[in-house]
């Protein structure tokens, strides 16, 4: 028999302090504020089985240190008198550490158990104005931890934040000082983040970026998808989530990148916007894709939430793949530059406009990648490397698709498409109103997407 128990990791003398949300933080909470308990399916986690022996109280010890170094992870939120998020920095409290022992000492079982573990806690919402955004599950063997599961609200941090949560806390464990971390890897805590905002030249890069929108909203086609006539109305239906599993497009996408001198993201991207205008009969396409917006000093070893959305106006998206590869390339990062901005005043002002000129542009395509490989330079990748035509063949016979989950209805959302890294494959996973896209109508986006870069990968010539 098992007995899970409850430990504490107790913070007694953190930074303190208040002050207003940052952008991230008060786009993440006006989303997951209305969710209910479905708000749990914005949480962030991590779970690992831990291949050398650790000591409970030493990693308890190290996960106390990460709280010193992130202020994130001690943070509460609540809205003020007037409706502004604001963020307090607590110096002291506890968090709650569930302690599993293992049923078996199999690292197969181990990673079952663990992978257990993790969905138990990220099933859970946080209460983000009285709770810590952060919980910990271990599981172990003998006084020694043998899995570890972490989970973050999404207001603490994003997928980059995650993963430098995970790097930082490996090397508390290891035995490097906390010191020593913020010398190498410098961050700017949520709360000089918002003073930056707040400041004139914060100011102006958010007004910058709130009249590129302008353009875009003002050029775009005001509605991609129109209702199917399947009894309900847009968002009041359910969204269905297919998952194509594709070893074939982790071999063609580097390939096609390298040959035609773009990102690997700008390739899925192409792909998603010539799917969008081919299934839904308009040949322009504009999606609002979500950037990682760590260009300013201190960012990038944040541990916060920085992703904003970068809305892209693609014209003629049903022509040409290649000629759209290289359009996509140029407007993507321009587009890219201008996806830090208070989501707050973006809102007012379209609602401004269209009060003045009637609809703007559709908004409510989405497309996330969180691949490794979106983050690597084109000349990392070999022209060459195993994407000859047999080896993509093959790998598209082991394509799968999938309908894990059936999610609840989502109000401004016609679609959303998320590109996950899988080990030697990809994963394409989309989720989509159902009143205007059908089942067969995903099938048909997500192989198509497959068709379209593989196929550019086997016709390219390096």
Not at 441 to 460: N, V
Request: glycine residues 8%.
């Amino acid at each position: 028999m098992t007995t899970t128990r409850t430990l504490e990791i107790e913070l007694s003398s953190g930074r303190s302090g208040t002050g207003p949300a940052t952008w991230g933080q008060h786009s993440i909470w006006d989303t997951v504020s209305t969710l209910g308990d479905d708000a749990a399916r914005y949480n962030v986690s991590l779970g690992a089985p831990v291949t050398v022996a650790l000591p409970v109280p030493a990693v308890l010890d190290a996960l106390g240190q990460l709280l010193q170094l992130h202020d994130s992870l001690h943070t509460t939120l609540a809205a003020d008198e007037t409706g502004r998020l604001r963020q307090t920095v607590e110096p002291d409290g506890r968090v709650p550490v569930v302690l599993r022992p293992c049923v078996s000492d199999d690292p197969a079982e181990i990673a079952e158990e663990g992978a257990a573990l993790l969905a138990e806690l990220v099933g859970q919402p946080f209460a983000l104005d009285a709770e810590w955004p952060v919980r910990v599950g271990l599981l172990e063997s003998g006084g020694e931890v043998r899995f570890i599961a972490l989970v973050l609200a999404h207001t603490a941090a994003d997928g980059w934040g995650l993963h430098q949560v995970a790097t930082n806390l490996t090397a508390l464990v290891l035995g490097e000082p906390p010191a020593r971390i913020s010398e190498l890897r410098p961050s700017l805590q949520p709360l000089e983040e918002a003073e930056f905002q707040c400041s004139e030249r914060g100011r102006r890069r958010d007004a910058a970026a709130r009249q590129y929108w302008f353009r875009k909203l003002k050029a775009g086609p005001p509605r991609l998808f129109r209702d199917k006539g399947t009894g309900g109305q847009p968002g009041t239906l359910p969204f269905p989530n297919a998952l194509l599993h594709s070893p074939a497009l982790a071999l063609a996408l580097p390939r096609v990148a390298a040959v035609h001198r773009v990102g690997p993201s700008a390739v899925l991207l192409a792909a998603v916007a010539t799917m969008t205008a081919r299934i839904s009969g308009c040949p322009d396409a504009v999606l609002q894709v979500v950037v990682n917006n760590r260009f300013l000093p201190g960012l990038a070893h944040a541990v916060s939430t920085l992703s904003g959305q970068a809305l892209v106006h693609l014209p003629d998206a049903d022509q040409d793949f290649v000629e759209l590869l290289r359009r996509t390339q140029s407007v993507s990062l321009a587009s890219y530059r201008h996806a830090y901005y208070d989501r707050l005043l973006l809102e007012r002002d379209i609602a401004e406009l269209e009060a003045g000129d009637g609809p703007v542009a559709d908004r409510s395509c989405f497309f996330n990648d969180t691949r490794e490989l979106g983050t690597q330079p084109v000349e990392a990748f070999d022209p060459g490397a195993r994407a000859d035509p047999a080896g993509i063949a093959e790998a598209r016979s082991l394509t799968t698709l999938s309908w894990p989950i059936v999610f609840p209805p989502r109000q401004g959302v016609s679609f959303a498409v998320d590109a996950l890294g899988a080990g030697d494959a990809v994963r394409l996973s989309m989720t989509a109103d159902s009143a205007l896209l059908s089942r067969e109508e995903m099938e048909r986006f997500l192989f198509g997407i497959e068709e379209l870069i593989t196929t550019t990968a086997t016709t390219a010539q390096p």
